[in-house]
C-alpha cells in the first residue's frame, strides 16, 4: 500500500475552524486525522502541503518511522506548528492502518482496557448561582467530574487578574457546599495568572475545594509550576499544549502535575500520545485529555482513552451546559462517536469509526478568526 494523496482542509464548520487531514492510498483506503492548533490552521496546512510533498508514495503502514522522518529530517526539529501537521498525519494513517487490518484503531494500541470512557463537563456561566445551577443540571445527567469557569469581564477585551480571583474563589467555595464532597470539582485559569497571583487564588479556598487546578500559570518554565507547588496542595491538570514528548519530559519527571492534559492533535498523535501515556503511568499521572476540537479529534481521544491503564476523565464539550457549542456538525460526520449519558461508547468499528462527507467539508471555506487580544486596565497585553 502506497500514499497517494495527502490534502489539507482548513475550513470553517459550524462554530470553528476545523484543520482535517486527509490520506488516501493507492488501495483505496483513507483516512482522516485532525490538528489541534486552534487559530493557527493555516499555518499548519502549509506544513502538512510540504509534508505531502516526501510522504507521497510512502508505505503509510509505517507510522512510527515517518513520524521520525517528519520531525527530525528538516534539522529545525519540532515546534508546535510542525507537531500540529504531524499528529493530524499520523491519526489518519492509523485510520488507515485499522481499516486495512479491519480493526478499531483501539487494537492497534494494545487493545481496550474498559468499555466505557467517563467524562468530564464544563459549566458555562460566570461565577455565580447560574453557575451552581449548570453544575447541579450536569449531575442530573450523570456527571461526576466538572470544571468550573473563572470570572471574566464582561466586555472579553479586558482581563484583571486581581478582579478575578476573589470572584471566582468565593464562588468555588459556594459550588463545594453546594454541590457536596462526592463531585469532582475543577477550575481553568486558562494561563492567565502569574505564580503570586495563582497562589493567591488557592490560598482564599478551604482545602479541598478544588480537585484539580487547571493551566492556572503558562508553561514554559516548569520551575516556575515547582515554584507554585510550594504554595498550594491542589493537584494540577495541565500539558494541553505540550506538543512533543520532550515538553512533557520536565513535568513527568519532575511529578510537577497529577493530572496530564494531554491533547493528541497537538502532541504527535497517537504515535507520541502512546509514550507519553507509558511515561505517565510510571509516575501514576492519569490521562485527562484535552478535546475541544471536532468528532475526528473526539474519535481519537476515544480510541486513545481506552487503551490506557491511567486515565481519568475525557473532556466533552456537546454537555447541557455548553448548548451554545451544540452545532449539529451530522452532515459533515454522517458517522461519529456519540455520548451516552456522561460516557463514550469505545468503538468496535474498523479505524477510527468516523465517517466524513468530503464534499460537505469542500464546500466550505476558511474564515479568519483571532482569539480575543485582553488587555488589563493599564493597557498591557495579558493571555487569553
Ligand atoms: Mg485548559
Known amino acids: ?26 488501495s483505496g483506503i483513507h483516512g482522516w486525522g485532525e490538528s489541534g492548533l486552534s487559530g493557527r490552521e493555516q499555518a499548519v496546512a502549509g506544513a502538512v502541503a510540504h509534508y505531502a510533498k516526501f510522504l507521497t508514495g510512502r508505505d503509510p503502514m509505517l507510522a512510527g518511522a515517518l513520524w521520525q522522518e517528519m520531525y527530525r529530517s528538516q534539522y529545525f526539529e519540532g515546534g508546535r506548528v510542525l507537531t500540529a501537521a504531524i499528529s493530524a498525519i499520523d491519526i489518519a494513517l492509523y485510520d488507515i492502518k485499522g481499516k486495512a487490518l479491519g480493526v478499531p484503531v483501539h ?43 473563572p470570572h471574566d469581564h464582561e466586555n472579553k477585551t479586558t482581563y ?45 479556598m478551604p482545602r479541598g475545594t478544588l480537585d484539580f487546578l487547571e493551566e492556572p500559570i503558562r508553561d514554559e518554565t516548569p520551575a516556575a509550576y515547582a515554584a507554585l507547588r510550594r504554595m498550594t496542595d491542589i493537584p494540577f491538570a495541565i500539558g494541553e499544549e505540550f506538543a512533543s514528548k520532550w515538553q512533557f519530559l520536565p513535568y513527568i519527571e519532575q511529578d510537577l502535575h497529577q493530572f496530564n492534559r494531554i491533547d493528541i492533535c497537538n502532541v504527535g498523535g497517537f504515535t507520541e500520545a502512546m509514550k507519553v501515556a507509558g511515561w505517565s503511568e510510571a509516575h501514576y499521572v492519569d490521562l485527562m485529555p484535552h478535546n475541544p476540537l471536532g468528532p475526528i479529534c473526539t474519535a481519537a481521544t476515544v480510541h486513545f482513552s481506552a487503551a490506557v ?18 452545532f449539529d456538525n451530522s452532515a459533515y460526520f454522517p458517522t461519529q462517536i456519540r455520548l451516552d449519558g456522561a460516557e463514550y461508547p469505545v468503538p468496535d468499528s474498523p479505524g477510527l469509526g468516523v465517517e466524513v462527507d468530503e464534499d460537505r467539508v469542500k464546500a466550505e471555506s476558511f474564515k479568519f478568526w483571532e482569539a480575543p487580544h485582553l488587555r488589563r486596565h493599564d493597557g498591557s497585553y495579558t493571555n487569553w
Open 1 to 26: 500500500m502506497k500514499i497517494t494523496r495527502i490534502i489539507a482542509y482548513p475550513v470553517w464548520i459550524g462554530i470553528r475552524n476545523q484543520l482535517l487531514v486527509k490520506v488516501e492510498t493507492d
Open 107 to 149: 487494537q492497534l494500541l494494545g487493545g481496550k482496557q474498559r468499555d466505557r470512557i467517563p467524562t468530564f463537563a464544563t459549566t458555562h456561566a460566570a461565577p455565580g448561582p447560574e453557575m451552581i445551577e449548570q453544575a447541579k443540571l450536569l449531575m442530573a445527567h450523570g456527571w461526576t467530574c466538572m470544571r468550573l469557569s
Open 160 to 204: 484583571e487578574p486581581r478582579e478575578s480571583i476573589p470572584v471566582t474563589a468565593k464562588w468555588c467555595v459556594k459550588a463545594r457546599e453546594e454541590l457536596g464532597d462526592a463531585v469532582v470539582l475543577g477550575i481553568d485559569y486558562h494561563h492567565r495568572l502569574s505564580v503570586a497571583e495563582a497562589a493567591s487564588f488557592c490560598q482564599k
Open 309 to 326: 491503564a491511567n486515565f481519568s476523565w475525557l473532556e466533552v464539550r456537546t454537555t447541557p451546559t455548553e448548548a451554545h457549542l451544540g
